[in-house]
């Protein structure tokens, strides 16, 4: 039962890279120049490998054939977790916009994320300082698998009280797509720039219910949405 006198969503989950800081561009790049060399991969397939292990920790490239036949161990993966780290922290810049759209929503705000805590204190603080998010920084590792599994966003959504569809996750991977989407949370897609028009289509295909395309149209694909989900409990409500 939906009660009209709610406002929905109850909370906004955001990912913290590729959401609220713009360092997708250059975990890609330093991802694809090493895939390049140490894999072998021509600078195609290179970026595609890249693609595909957008969202997900390092270490689970193990599992991917190219990784296997190259005989990259664990190890010399969180060396190179160390490097991408650094040249994320020396590089990346927060998202344009992104301090002015969340300030002006009203609901609860969240973080929730496969990166380190430190790393997510970090930006929040860059974002828009502690009173943003306040407390609301919730890290895969701290709590369970990483994303694609729903744990991290099951323990945000009962941290704050919060059921899961009248919340709101704001994500730019398949892998926090499909993390959001098994916890029963919609998901707003989120890409930088135009020029990732493929990763939109993807994000749809693995599930997201709208596509932001920078932070300024967040802010009317939330209130698209918002609507779409009123009407949807309403007529559930009638039925």
């Not at 590792?141 to 099951?154: I, N």
């Amino acid at each position: 039962m939906f009660p009209l006198t709610s406002v929905w969503p109850e909370a906004i989950f955001f990912d913290c890279d590729g959401v609220l800081v713009d360092s997708e561009s250059v975990t890609a790049g330093t991802l694809s120049a090493w895939a390049a060399a140490r894999l072998g991969l021509s600078p195609s397939q290179a970026r595609r490998f890249a693609e595909r292990a957008r969202g997900k920790p390092t270490q689970s490239l193990l599992t991917v054939f190219a990784v296997q036949r190259a005989a990259v161990e664990s190890t010399e993966l969180a060396e190179l977790d160390r490097h991408i780290d650094q040249v994320v922290r020396r590089e990346a810049r927060i998202m344009n916009g992104a301090r002015a759209v969340i300030a002006n929503l009203p609901m609860p705000k969240a973080i929730v994320s496969n990166a380190s805590r430190d790393w997510v204190v970090d930006i929040a603080k860059r974002v828009g300082g502690p009173g943003l998010f306040g407390a609301n920084l919730f890290c895969a590792s701290e709590v369970g698998r990483a994303k694609p599994y729903p744990d991290v966003y099951r323990y945000a959504t009962d941290r704050l009280g919060a059921t899961p569809g009248y919340c709101v996750a704001v994500e730019d991977s398949i892998a926090g797509v499909v993390a959001a989407r098994r916890a029963g949370i919609p998901v707003i897609g989120f890409v930088a720039r135009k020029e990732e028009a493929h990763v939109a289509e993807r994000l749809l295909r693995a599930g997201a219910a709208a596509i932001a395309q920078g932070m300024p149209s967040l802010g009317e694909q939330i209130r698209k949405l918002s609507s779409h989900q009123m009407s949807s409990f309403r007529q559930s409500d009638n039925s």
